[in-house]
């Protein structure tokens, strides 16, 4: 059996990944059961027979593309450990500036939000901990990605998130929300990117959009009003080319305060409106 020093320098030979030695580490400390720090630590340790048998298996699917987090079956979001499958999206960090924007402009201690196509719950997940007086609803379509959602909100005994399979608003009773958030299907059916990289294993559904990427947001737009109360956000993910374009959407759709955010690496990446 190889050491973990000899194990890790496999990561040179991991074409295709622009993270290939935290590929390498994730895997290895996974098979091992400890920590990245500790593959450092015991350089010289020799993998068990079956810990090997183990790393080579999940590394080879690794240099067919397959993602890291659907090998591990794990992704962090928000410091949250959450379960990932094919069934939905791989949470991103870039989502985060979505909860930090809601939770900057919905300071408030109680209230109702919406979290629509919430995949694995990430969003929702998220600000139902940072705002444990918050009630969320999480919508997603899929019941595959809904029962994940579900398994997750278990996992982290967050009781203020209920997770509802709806297509968008269809499955919503009327109320009113004075927070609805969404990272919906942004991505032109023609864009080159969708045979690259992660995405290649992620559901198309969760990640195109008729009309250049813009169908579904055109449509959340629209039905939000119905279920915003006055003085109600909307805050939507989309394409780091697509702000434009989305607050010309909130502003046809009567939203007012209307405004884009930028991202870490500077790419306008949110926008919201307020209702009246």
Known sequence: MATIKQNLARS???????????????LLAHC????????????????????????DTLFERRENGEPVAHLLGEREFW????KVDASTLIPRPETELLVETALEFCPAEKLRALDLGT??????????????????????KSAQAAALAEENRRAL??????VLQSDWFAQIAPQEFELIVSNPPYIDAEDPHLDEGDVRFEPRSALVADRGGLADIERIARKSRRYLKTGGWL?????????EAVRGILAAAGFKRIESRRDLSGWERLTLGRHK
């Open 119 to 140: 995949g694995t719950g990430a969003i929702a997940l998220a600000l139902a901990s940072e705002r444990p007086g918050w009630q969320v609803l999480a919508a997603e």
């Open 235 to 243: 805050m939507l993910e989309h394409g780091w080319q697509q702000a």
């Open 32 to 55: 091992v059961g400890r920590d990245r720090t500790w593959l450092y630590t015991w350089p010289e340790y020799e993998l068990a027979q079956a810990e090997q048998r183990a790393f």
């Open 157 to 162: 005994g967050l009781d203020n998130v209920q």
């Open 79 to 82: 410091s949250l450990p959450l």
């Open 12 to 26: 040179a030979g991991l074409e295709g990944s622009d993270s290939a030695r935290l590929d390498t580490e994730l």
